[in-house]
């Protein structure tokens, strides 16, 4: 799912 794909890009740059 592209949904997916960002939420999890979205996720790892908030946890930077």
């Given amino acids: ?3 997916k794909e960002i ?3 979205f996720e ?3 946890t930077v």
Wanted: no cysteine.
């Fill in 7 to 9: 939420k999890f890009e």
């Fill in 1 to 3: 799912e592209l949904w």
């Fill in 12 to 14: 790892a740059m908030d």
